[in-house]
Nanobody
């Protein structure tokens, strides 16, 4: 399984951040994997952002205060993270992964006007 994150790099405050995780080696259309987003702000530790379980249920970090959404695009074999109303505190390197320990290399996001 290989995962590759992609995103805009720079987002303005109050906008919605959309990140994509392209998966190879397994189909996101199956229920064989659970998919996770985590992030690491500059100078800080890893933070859990959200999780799509094998059941299809999604769970999000309470610290995001309802701004998070994880979905999948089976036609592109991708799953996405959307984070609305971003602030500079959302600046981080974002990683996608599965429950087996496969992770992408991360994509940097800066929230700045």
């Amino acid at each position: 399984v290989q995962l590759q994150e992609s995103g805009p790099g720079l987002v303005k405050p109050s906008q919605t951040l959309s990140l994509t995780c392209t998966v190879s080696g397994v189909s996101v259309a199956t229920s064989s994997h659970a998919w996770t987003w985590i992030r690491q702000p500059p100078g800080k530790g890893l933070e859990w952002v959200g999780y799509r379980a094998k059941s299809g249920n999604t769970y999000y970090s309470p610290s995001q205060r309802g701004r998070t959404s994880i979905s999948r695009d089976t036609s592109k074999n991708q799953f996405t993270l959307q984070l609305s109303s971003v602030t500079p505190e959302d600046t981080a390197v974002y990683y996608c992964g599965d429950e087996l320990g496969h992770w992408g290399e991360g994509t940097g996001v800066t929230v700045s006007s």
